[in-house]
T-cell receptor
Framework: EPEVTQTPSHQVTQMGQEVILRCVPISNHLYFYWYRQILGQKVEFLVSFYNNEISEKSEIFDDQFSVERPDGSNFTLKIRSTKLEDSAMYFC????????????????FGAGSRLTVL | DAKTTQPNSMESNEEEPVHLPCNHSTISGTDYIHWYRQLPSQGPEYVIHGLTSNVNNRMASLAIAEDRKSSTLILHRATLRDAAVYYCILRDRTNNAGNMLTFGGGTRLMVKP
């Protein structure tokens, strides 16, 4: 079964450092997403990306965050200057289509990248 | 997306059926009902979705009330591997721009051997 792969599985960084989290979405999917989950809390939407541009973003996704699809396979999340409160599990997801239309808009999530900011 | 209400937690015995309820009294006519689950230390995983009719797949069944204001996810024989947080989420099928999922607190299902 096709899957979304994320690297690294765990990254430890110092406050103020830049971090790049990488994701390889499912190859024929068109929509890409980043979510995060702080330990013990809900899964929170960060950003969605379609046709090489951001289609939606949440209030969490401020100027410190950016996303990029540098080639035909990778989708990255960059945090420019990490803060302690950025410590979380970051999930990448992809879907074939957007909206709620039947079947095509099922999101497939990766296993996540755990970010620890010291 | 319209709001859903789920119990915080439920318990089940292994190999018994589990019925996970979800209330969505403000559902609109264009909302699909989606269920995802999150196993411990993993990303969310799609389970099932439906609009008006009951749905079955290899993982579960989805029973939707006639007025669509509630639904029930049915696991026919719970296994220890089904212990997870189950999320009931409404998705507007006409809103192509609103394509992200909004997760609530979900129901934590505990399965006892």
């Amino acid at each position: 079964e096709p899957e979304v792969t994320q690297t690294p599985s765990h990254q430890v960084t110092q406050m103020g450092q830049e971090v790049i989290l990488r994701c390889v979405p499912i190859s024929n999917h068109l929509y890409f997403y980043w979510y995060r989950q702080i330990l013990g809390q809900k899964v929170e939407f960060l950003v969605s990306f379609y046709n090489n541009e951001i289609s939606e973003k949440s209030e969490i996704f401020d100027d410190q965050f950016s996303v990029e699809r540098p080639d035909g396979s990778n989708f990255t999340l960059k945090i420019r200057s990490t803060k302690l409160e950025d410590s979380a599990m970051y999930f990448c997801a992809s879907s074939l289509a957007g909206g709620g239309r039947s079947g095509a808009n099922v999101l497939t999530f990766g296993a996540g990248s755990r970010l620890t900011v010291l | 997306d319209a709001k859903t209400t789920q119990p915080n937690s439920m318990e089940s015995n292994e190999e018994e059926p589990v019925h996970l309820p979800c209330n969505h009294s403000t559902i609109s006519g264009t909302d699909y009902i989606h269920w995802y689950r999150q196993l411990p230390s993993q990303g969310p995983e799609y389970v099932i979705h439906g609009l008006t009719s009951n749905v079955n797949n290899r993982m579960a069944s989805l029973a939707i009330a006639e007025d669509r204001k509630s639904s029930t996810l049915i696991l026919h024989r719970a296994t220890l591997r089904d212990a997870a947080v189950y999320y009931c989420i409404l998705r507007d099928r006409t809103n192509n721009a609103g394509n992200m999922l909004t997760f609530g607190g979900g129901t934590r299902l505990m399965v006892k051997p």
